[in-house]
């Protein structure tokens, strides 16, 4: 009888091997042994999809279609898509050849990074940020190079800093504003600075736009709307959390024909194309969701109002996001790491929030606490955290 | 004004909302929202408080109906008149003037069937000025006042996402 051999110790590839774990996995696993939790822990609206909209998705069943449609998605909804992000981003696309439908717009990020990066290339983006960054930049073998965001900064991107980053192999900018967790946003003379350096050292600007609905403040046009910046920009946006979509799955990306050609090459031999069904949702909350997205706007923004001051009343510093849906409060005048008081919180007062580490070293000190919940929800989180912070003072 | 109407739309949604809630959530002082909601009490803004039941859920046997009904419009009242004479019988829990074949609306609560059809022939169809009335029972209700009352039912959502 032949030998048989064991397979090899480490099989998996190094580069796989070396991504970090995500941290937010580790506490996911702690919640879920957990019964009755009050979670702000989501990165998700607590609102349903909006009836009209999940009314065409079942009306787009109801009419049997269930076939894939073209690798770039229906026209029809890249049409409806590059109208809108004309009207309320300032900046004009061509519906055949610049806009590419894709599944998320975690799926249009990853397409992004592998379409620009060699081997070796560096990618540019801030922390604390979505989990996802690093690891997308890392897995197209991109080097990521963080600019660690502060408080004192309102943990929005530094220009002085940025500059200090930037080297012969800097190839993309990744920016992420409004910014999932901190809800930092750009002002305008930030996005022209950024705009000037990214022309003057001719790197690619890609911009995650999920959140820029959700602006309680003065909102701006898009940086890929300043002179010089649609040629180098990849603007990547999706329905999720405007229109309380995320589980159709739905996202896009607009940008020069060049670079959509070249996720589009990749997202054929991925993908094929997005669901059809979720493709007819959204052209409908393109056309008739406005409304429904403005109310969920407003009232995010009271949530918000009532979140920062409950987290301030308690002696928790936070401070006031210009968009998104989460509040980044101090934790560190309680002595605790945020992993620490995150596992604790939960432990003692079944609140769960995310310890901001996990969105970047820097977010240490920090946890995150999502305000799309009911307000119910939120005060009760408060009062337990307000609870939880007084005992640990007294001690 | 604008702060009169936002704290409007946070009562209407849930009349229970405390003081302290609003103010929150709206971004004043509590004092200033208690001020601003006797001010539209007393200026009759805000008619009264009430809850929306699920009648079905409870072992209440009560009946409502629709009723249509026509009435000859009178001389200097219009249909002031006989409305106001209808919205006196408690038995009337809401009355509308309405557009199309017939003129006031009405929604009926009585203790059973019998008691509204008494209701409808002995005192509605008597007052003077109503020509006829078309009674329709409500057999089950589903949404009021923008309340689903059997909704969605929960499912298993994250508790931690990115």
Sequence with gaps: MKDLKSPRKIRTADHINNLPKSGIREFFELVIGCDDVISLGVGEPDFVTPWTIRESAIYSLERGHTSYTSNKGLLSLRKEVCKYVSEDYGVQYDAENECLITVGVSEALDLAMRAVIDPGDEVIYCEPCFVSYAAEIAMAHGVPVAIENHEGNEFSLDIEVLKSKITPKTKALLLNFPCNPTGATLSMQQMEDIAEIAIENDIIVITDEIYTELTYEERLNSIASLPGMKERTIFLHGFSKAFAMTGFRI????????????????????????????????????????????????????????????????????????????????????????????????????????????????????????????????????????????????? | MMMKKNILNLLQENARISANEIAARVGVDEATVEEIIKELEQSNIIKGYKAILNEEALDDNSTRALIEVKVTPQRDGGFDRAAKRICRFPEVTDCYLVSGDYDLRLEVKGRSLQEIASFVSGKLATIDGVISTATVFLLKKYKESGKILDDEEEYERLKVSP
């Design chain 1, 251 to 395: 996202g896009y990306a607009c940008g020069p024909e060049d670079l959509i050609d070249a996720m589009n090459k990749i997202h054929q031999y991925m993908i094929m194309c997005a669901s059809i069904n979720a493709q007819e949702a959204a052209i409908e909350a393109l056309k008739n969701g406005r409304q429904a997205m403005e109310k969920m706007r407003d009232e995010y923004r009271e949530r918000r109002n009532l979140i920062v001051k409950g987290f301030n009343d308690i002696g928790l510093t936070c401070l006031k996001p210009k968009g998104s849906f989460y509040v980044f409060p101090n934790i560190t005048s309680t002595g605790l790491t945020s992993a620490e008081f995150a596992r604790r919180l939960l432990e003692e007062e079944k609140v769960a929030v995310v310890p901001g580490d996990a969105f970047g070293a820097c977010g240490e000190g920090y946890v995150r606490a999502c305000y799309a919940a009911s307000a119910s929800h939120i005060m009760e989180a408060l009062q337990k955290t307000g609870d939880f912070v007084r005992r640990l003072k007294q001690k």
